[in-house]
């Protein structure tokens, strides 16, 4: 399997907390059977300070040359949890190796956790017209998309990509974000799903655990959440194709899909 979305850096944000930790949640996500996984440190204003990019820039690259030197079994790439904000694009071309997954097209893109702001939609065509693909992350979490689930649609026919958190599916965030994300899969508006992981305890790495939970859904659909989309993303390729996304709210002609084929 391939973890997507992680805070596994240490001292960079809310997530690891020390070298140490980190190395217990790369072990944890290795006994799970993760062989890849993105660290996607959260870009707030840092996002405004190149001194602070360049800051993550040294950390990264210091933290993978120790990490790799340990040969746990587990590939590490850079990426960021990039929350929206005004400017996103301009620092998306400015540090593509930091903001994007892998130094390539795809970036996860974080919205507020109450709202979606006007204009995210326009910004979505924008990026993409741009060449680069935005990862919605864990949108089953956001109260208007709980709300009406017709908001993530209309943004994934745009073209973009959505990532459910495994702790929305455990239950961890709360009955609205876990009944949230059921929704979304039963409607095909998933394209991968990730640990999202802080910590080696509260918020842990590993996605196995939520296979039971979600026995319902196929094994050749599991794969593409788990393995085949999320390394499309490292690997800068056209993501497999979900088959057609279903409107939540009403039954509506899609006139196109902008989704990019490499
Ligand atoms: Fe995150």
């Known amino acids: 399997m391939i973890d997507i979305h992680s805070h596994i850096l240490p001292n960079v944000d809310d997530g690891s907390p020390s070298f140490e930790e980190s190395v217990k949640m790369l072990e944890a996500s290795v006994a799970d059977g993760i062989k890849s996984i993105v660290a996607t440190p959260h870009m707030f204003s840092q996002l405004s300070k190149i001194k602070e990019i360049e800051r993550f820039r040294k950390i990264f690259s210091e933290f993978k040359i120790k990490a790799d030197e340990l040969n746990l079994g587990i590939e590490i790439f850079q990426g960021s949890e990039n929350y929206f904000i005004s400017g996103l694009k301009e620092k998306l071309k400015a540090f593509p190796d930091i903001l994007t997954i892998n130094n390539g097209d795809y970036f996860l893109l974080e919205f507020p956790m109450n709202f979606i702001f006007p204009g995210t939609r326009e910004f979505i065509f924008d990026i993409l ?21 017709a908001i993530l649609y209309e943004l994934l026919v745009a073209g973009a990509l959505s990532q459910l958190d495994a702790g929305s599916i455990r239950g961890d965030f709360g009955s609205n974000s876990r009944e949230a994300a059921n929704k979304l899969l039963k409607n095909n508006l998933v394209h991968a799903i990730a640990s999202d992981c802080h910590d080696a305890g509260l918020r842990p790495p590993g996605l196995s655990g939520i296979k039971n939970s979600l026995n319902w859904i196929e094994q050749e659909k599991m794969d593409l959440f788990l ?36």
């Open 129 to 149: 017209n741009e060449g680069y693909i935005p990862v919605i992350c864990h949108p089953e979490r956001n109260t208007d998309i709980q709300m009406n689930t």
């Open 227 to 262: 393995k085949y989309i999320p390394a499309a993303i490292i690997n800068n390729e056209g993501t497999p194709d979900i088959g057609p996304l279903k409107d939540p709210s009403i039954s509506r002609s899609v006139f196109s899909i902008f989704r990019r084929n490499k």
